[in-house]
């Protein structure tokens, strides 16, 4: 699969050294977790679903932001990315399920909700 534009993002260990190199070299020093949350009340969410979550990079600002009781899902195309995944969710106190599956136009649960029979 190394002529997918994904393959760099199979290995966790390489996707989270690339993020640290990035982020260490950006002439651009704000973290984009926190720009991209820095307006939204979060606190009274309970299911969070990051599609294309890879190693669990959201979930590190995002578990302070929710509700105690909050509960995430993730979905990558790499297997490899579950367990960072849900290393990163079960570190801030939080339970989660990873789904491996790559992404389509159509997503095969309800709109507006997480994955049913997770939880």
């Known amino acids: ?3 997918s534009p ?10 989270e050294t690339v993020s640290a ?3 260490q070299r950006s002439t651009n020093k704000s973290d984009v977790r926190e720009v991209a949350l820095r307006d939204l009340d979060l606190s009274s969410a309970k299911s ?3 599609l294309g979550c890879g190693f669990g990079f959201m979930e590190e600002s995002l578990a302070t932001r929710v509700a105690p009781d909050a509960r995430f899902v993730g979905v990558d195309a790499w297997p ?7 290393e990163k969710v079960t570190a801030n106190g939080r339970t989660g399920r990873f789904v491996c599956m790559r992404l389509a136009p159509e997503l095969p ?5 997480c994955p ?3 939880f």
């Not at 994904?6 to 996707?15: A, E, K, M």
């Not at 490899?80 to 849900?86: I, K, Q, S």
């Open 80 to 86: 490899a990315n579950e367990r960072p995944f849900l």
């Open 116 to 118: 049913t029979g997770f």
């Open 48 to 50: 969070i679903l990051d």
């Open 6 to 15: 994904l393959w760099p993002y199979q290995s966790p260990v390489i996707h």
């Open 21 to 23: 190199i990035l982020r």
């Open 1 to 3: 699969m190394k002529s």
């Open 109 to 113: 649960w309800p709109e507006s909700s």
